[in-house]
């Protein structure tokens, strides 16, 4: 979306609010509609907020002409300041990990020093002035004009020169640091040299180590991890996520190059990843795509994202893809519409321990884990799914949809929009398990509160995933309908709530869920503070805000507001979201 | 490919002054890619007395990749392994340069002998040993370099007849036992690999 425009608009919480939806302006075939979803952003600073923290990046994306031509500066600049030849310059540069100022400050501390460490003679020395010398490799004479030198004057005939530069490159990036083969000099063998005397072949592959260094032996660059992806990624550290997204869209944790983990730290990544791996051999199960119905026992393959499945006919049993139970068991009564994430409560219902050695397992730390894991798994496969289906809706449905309900390709950008908010909240998801994995069980109220947010998350997403889905299908399928405007409202809505949520959540969760067991009611510290944006239906359906509420008493150290839904901590008098009273 | 010319000229500048350095390189067979080099025991070390056999491989990229080189004499020091002789010393690694040669290369082993560097070890025991308890690491050096690294007492005499013995002609026997350096098993290899 184009942030430009929307700053114009600013003051016009309206207009913005548009935008959120579908990036389209034409939200005027139904206002009344629209009027539905304006409280999502209630408060239009809000809105601003994220805006300029979209626009604002801490990173540049370079591709290969990028990364050269930065070398090429700060390889001029450098010889410029210090006065030396560019090929002089770059071998400082390589030699210091191309900080410029890192060169600078050495060099103006002890310029002979850095030369001897270096190798860079002042004063080169010519080739002895004699009419004829002894190569010191092959040991043979040769006349002085066929002889080659590095800036210290040990001769060597090119056909040496060419075997010690060509195994030196093909052995790998340490050509870029050449010294003279004499092995007591360290006088360094420079660029120009190296190009004059190598193969074509050779020239080309020191030319590449020369451009990866610049990356790779660089603090502030990486390359992007994605395979194939050519891209790296200039950060500037201090300050703000290490989250990048690079060019191939591929967005992963500039620190610790895993791919983006927030709202959990990179230590914590680590922790898990080594965990995953211990574990991997127990969770070779899990990993099965498929499970038995739990009806009919046939296996049913999961073939769409969301955890609602329908076994094929005549089954037709609807079950959750998680606890395997009944999905008519998954509305308010069992606590929580769509939610799954209670794995304490599935316990305590009985769920999970039907028999002692259930019992018995329960007290497994392996139990707990794969708890996690699986849901874990579960996201991240239901992620890659929906990056497919996001493909294949942008590739062919796009198209068929324009036809089928006569709208133009622009304006069903709200459909790719919806798509990719699913797959950064399967993303998000993923990672409060292994967030949820790591939260100490004696850490009761954050831990209840945890799972409040994230079950809340888990509804919200399965929400948007449903519609944008199987309620897309219907026009997918269908002729024109009538009712595909209601959809567009329905679906960017959801959309915009959802992101709301999302990123409320990672900021309460990167936070430490900090507002718990503090003095909730006096911090506005940004943390949960409009987490309630989760659910759209609470306008529409007053008697599911209520159902919302009763489930929330049952949570002790918090409660949910009626009007907006979101949760308070216990201290608190006035709703932090809406200021109402409880 | 090896460069050969490079390793006939090194092999007759390293026999030249073997009176001055004891120093050997010599051919194990007809290629040259395989070589025997023969170092002394450096005076005032526990290897003092001893002749020490380095089996020695060219690569293909000599004098550009460094010369492969093991002890083929069993020899009790915390840089090479006990077990198969294998030697941890830089400049046959990474800080080998082209402008070397097999001769400095032998040199360094010697000066690797008379100072071992415990901290960077081949063989974890011997250095262990060589830490905490040096009167037993140098005995048991000493002991090493009288079992295996001292021409045999038996007279060359006794070796050829022993070898003529075994079936193969005396000529052959005297010549072979002469470029080995005495060694009678390492001559008894070459004649039956001849
Ligand atoms: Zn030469
Ligand atoms: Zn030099
Ligand atoms: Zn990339
Ligand atoms: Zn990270
Ligand atoms: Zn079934
Ligand atoms: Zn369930
Ligand atoms: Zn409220």
Redesign the pocket.
């Known amino acids: 979306m184009d942030s430009e425009d929307d700053m114009h608009d600013a003051n016009d919480a309206e207009s913005l609010d548009d935008d959120f939806y579908s990036g389209e302006t034409a939200m005027d075939s139904d206002d009344g509609d629209a009027a539905d979803y304006e409280f999502i952003d209630n408060d239009s600073d809000d809105s601003d907020d994220l805006l300029s923290r979209r626009s604002q990046q801490n990173y540049t994306i370079l591709n290969e002409s990028d990364i050269h031509l930065r070398q090429e500066d700060d390889i001029m600049k450098i010889a410029s300041i210090l006065s030396i030849s560019n090929v002089a310059a770059a071998i400082l540069l390589r030699h210091y990990n191309w900080s410029v100022s890192k060169v600078n400050d050495e060099w103006f501390a002890d310029e002979e020093k850095v030369r001897r460490v270096v190798g860079l003679l002042e004063d080169p020395r010519a080739l002895p002035n004699v009419k004829e010398l002894t190569c010191g490799i092959c040991f043979e004479v040769y006349s002085s004009d066929s002889m080659r030198s590095a800036a210290c004057g040990h001769p060597f005939c090119v056909t040496c020169w060419q075997g010690y530069i060509s195994t030196s490159i093909n052995d790998g990036p340490g050509c870029l640091m050449l010294r003279c083969p004499d092995p007591s000099c360290s006088a360094a063998v420079g660029q120009d040299m190296i190009v004059s005397m190598a193969s074509h072949e050779d020239t080309e592959k020191y030319q590449r180590y020369f451009l990866r260094s610049f990356v790779e032996d660089n603090r502030k660059t990486k390359w992007c991890p994605a395979p194939g992806c050519d891209y790296a990624v200039d950060f500037i550290v201090g300050g703000g996520t ?1 989250d990048v997204t690079c060019g191939c869209s591929y967005s992963f ?1 500039w ?2 190059t ?1 791919e983006a ?1 927030r709202p959990v ?2 230590d914590t ?1 680590s922790k898990w990843i080594m965990k995953n791996s211990a574990e991997s051999e127990n969770m070779n199960w899990i990993l099965a795509n498929s499970k038995p119905c739990p009806k009919c026992k046939r296996p049913i393959e999961k073939n769409q994202g969301c955890m609602h499945i329908t076994c094929t006919p005549p089954c037709k049993f609807e079950f959750c893809w998680l606890c395997l139970g009944a999905w008519s068991d998954h509305g308010e009564r069992t606590g929580g519409f769509y939610a799954c994430n209670r794995y304490e409560a599935a316990k305590q219902e009985g769920v999970y321990d039907d028999t002692e050695k259930r019992r018995e397992m329960a007290k497994n730390s392996l139990e707990r884990y794969t708890h996690y894991y699986e849901r874990w798994a579960t996201n991240q496969s239901s992620r890659q799914k929906a990056l497919a289906d996001l493909q294949q809706m942008q590739s062919i449905h796009l198209e068929k949809l324009s036809d089928r309900q006569g709208q133009p390709e622009s304006q069903l950008k709200f459909i790719t929009e919806a798509w990719l908010q699913i797959v950064e909240c399967r993303r998000v998801l993923k990672w409060t398990y292994a967030y949820g994995y790591y939260l100490p069980e004696r850490e009761h109220g954050k831990r209840q509160f945890f799972e409040y947010l994230q079950g809340e998350a888990e509804s919200g997403l399965e929400r948007l995933h449903q519609c944008a889905e199987k309620e897309l299908q219907t026009y997918l399928t269908g002729g024109p309908s009538k009712d595909f405007n209601e959809f567009r409202m329905k679906l960017a809505g959801l959309t915009s709530v959802t992101r709301n949520y999302f990123e409320n959540l990672v900021r309460a969760l990167e936070n430490g869920l900090s507002d718990v067991d503090g003095h909730g009611g006096s911090s506005r510290t940004g943390g949960t503070r409009s987490l309630g944006a989760g659910s759209s239906k609470s306008r529409g359906s007053r008697s599911k805000g209520a159902a919302r509420s009763s489930r929330a008493t049952d949570d002790s150290a918090h409660w949910s507001c009626e009007y907006c839904t979101f949760a308070n901590a216990k201290s608190a008098t006035v709703c932090q979201m809406c200021q109402q009273r409880r | 490919m090896v460069d050969f010319s490079r390793v006939q000229k090194e092999l007759q500048e390293c026999n030249r002054d073997i009176n001055v350095s004891g120093i050997s390189v010599n051919p194990k067979s007809d290629n040259l890619t395989n070589l025997i080099g023969t170092i002394p025991g450096p005076i005032g070390t526990p290897y003092e007395g001893g002749t020490f056999k380095i089996d020695i491989n060219l690569p293909d990229g000599y004098p550009f990749e460094p010369p492969k080189m093991k002890f083929a004499t069993k020899v009790w020091h915390p840089n090479i392994s006990s077990q198969s002789g294998a030697i941890c010393l830089d400049i046959l690694k990474d800080q080998w340069s082209p402008a070397l040669t097999l001769k400095t290369a032998l040199l360094s082993i010697q000066a690797l002998l008379s100072a071992p560097e415990p901290d960077d070890p081949q063989d974890a025991v011997v250095a262990q040993q060589y830490l905490k308890d040096y009167q037993t690491f140098a005995s048991t050096a000493r002991y090493w370099t009288e079992s295996f690294a001292k021409i045999s007492s038996l007279g060359v005499e006794e070796k050829v007849q022993k070898l003529v013995e075994m079936g193969f002609p005396e000529g052959l026997v005297r010549s072979t036992l002469e470029v080995v350096g005495g060694d009678e098993n390492m001559a008894l290899e070459k004649l039956c690999s001849a």
């Open positions: 290490f944790c620190n610790c895993e983990h730290d990179c990544v």
